[in-house]
């Protein structure tokens, strides 16, 4: 209660919005500059400079933006070292630091600054906190006792967040709009007429309950853009099919307003997970992104058409481009080598725990279907030889298998986009692209519908 009286006081002794007519100044005092620092914006897909500093007579490094009534957010620094803060509702903000630990800077006299930051730290806490909790609930799922005191702490934990955010949408409406995205309650405690069957379904649906993307303050925070990050990577990692995720996706964005700057923060966060985890929906998204986005942002837009038409043939219904690597026993085998058959290409590792733990399953399918024209390749990102080997044996994978013990810069795994394993790509007979990714259950529906 102390600290959230504390949040109160000091947020309402922010200054009025009232600038909108003014140019807002802002100061950064660095040192240790190899270049001059600039001034950018985030557009979804990258940053965009907006402006070059002005050097001051006293060696300051100088910027002017319009005033606005909310304040927006922008970043201040060079390549991949960027400061993010907020400019706009006050006439002067200055920032002190070093150009090598621009992200450490400080601010002098930015008292929306200064919130920001103690708003983002209890953000994290209570994120901390959540995270807490989760490793504790899988502990104790067995012990009932255990289990209802976790329970409880969520529950208590679901009010703290509660009170922080009507405290923030009550003196600080800008501030409560990005806590929003951040407030998640607890399944156990948040579905009492069962409306929801599982917690997949509640956290598509209430994720965002209580951002109303319709606000368009929201077309300007970056904070979309990260938590429908979070969002996009928790709903793609929990098993669910392809149009499963579709579906999900496409619900929430059906919140948002088409063309809007947070349809375009979530579009471009869509894709960037589904690249990165080299799901088949980032052609979807992307697609749609070029759709919406064409007119308003060209360059982005082109630069995506061109990384689809790049891409093109590693994605369903592509042909899978030919490789060779070598074998245990030291023998080049070409992917071409094996054609005529199903073949599930299998990249992994003995280091990779996720990957071991599927093996038995991988085995039991290759058992069942070998005699019926399913191969597998596998291709591991090791980089030791008699790990390589040993686990192999370990895991009695009778199938071939290829490296170039070059761990995650395997050439293979280079080619196909491979940033994250277990991983595995189904072709047909032909060499085409069938699916990408499929494991467990969904691998074992896949090879049943196709040697049915």
């Known amino acids: 209660m102390k600290q959230l009286l504390w949040t109160l006081i000091v947020l309402c002794s922010l200054p009025a919005a009232g600038l909108s007519q003014e140019k807002v100044k802002l100061t950064c005092r660095l040192t240790d500059c190899a270049v001059a620092p600039a001034l950018f914006r985030f557009n979804g897909l990258g940053f965009e400079e907006v402006q070059q500093a002005k050097r001051s007579d006293d060696g300051a490094y100088v910027f002017e933006v319009p005033g606005s009534q909310e304040p927006s957010f922008y970043y201040v620094g060079q390549g991949n070292l960027l400061r993010p803060l907020l400019l706009g509702s006050e006439k002067a903000v200055m920032l002190q630091g070093t150009c090598g630990d621009i992200r450490s800077a400080a601010f002098l006299d930015s008292k929306w600054n200064k919130r920001y930051e103690e708003v983002k730290e209890q953000i994290n806490e209570l994120k901390r906190q959540t995270s807490m909790l989760v490793q504790q609930y899988r502990v104790v799922l067995r012990d009932s006792v255990a289990l209802a005191s976790v329970k409880e702490q969520f529950k208590a934990l679901d009010e703290k967040k509660m009170k922080f955010l009507d405290s923030l949408k009550l003196v600080q409406p800008y501030f409560g709009k990005i806590a929003a995205l951040e407030t998640y309650l607890s399944f156990d405690n948040n579905n009492p007429d069962g409306k929801y069957v599982n917690e997949i379904d509640y956290f598509a649906a209430e994720y965002f309950r209580f951002a109303n993307f319709k606000d368009k303050t929201y077309n300007e925070l970056p904070w979309v853009f990260e938590a429908f990050q979070n969002y996009a990577n928790t709903l793609l990692s929990v098993g669910l099919s392809e149009e499963a995720q579709k579906r999900y996706f496409n619900k929430t964005l059906a919140r948002m307003e088409p063309g809007s700057g947070a349809h375009m923060m979530a579009l471009s966060a869509l894709i960037t997970v589904t690249k990165q985890k080299n799901n088949p929906n980032y052609r979807y998204y992307a697609e749609m992104f070029i759709e919406y986005f064409a007119t308003k942002m060209p360059t982005a837009a082109a630069d995506l058409q061109n990384e689809l038409n790049r891409t093109r ?13 070598k074998t245990p026993n030291g023998k080049d085998l070409s992917l071409s080598d094996l054609r005529g058959k199903v073949i599930l290409v299998d990249f992994w590792a003995s280091w990779c725990g996720p990957c071991r733990r599927e093996n038995p399953n991988v085995v039991k399918l290759y058992n069942q279907y070998k005699d019926k024209g399913f191969e597998i390749l596998g291709v591991s990102l090791d980089r030791d030889y008699d790990s390589w080997v040993r686990a192999i044996e370990a895991d009695q994978l009778t199938w071939p298998q290829v490296s170039d013990l070059q761990y995650w810069n395997n050439a293979v795994a280079q080619t196909y986009g491979v940033r994250a394993i277990p991983h595995t790509i189904l072709l047909d007979a ?10 467990g259950e969904a691998l074992a529906q896949k090879l049943q519908d196709i040697f049915k």
């Open 313 to 325: 043939s590693f994605e369903i219904g592509g042909l899978a481009p030919d490789f060779t690597q």
């Open 430 to 439: 032909e060499g085409r692209i069938i699916a990408r990714n499929l494991r």
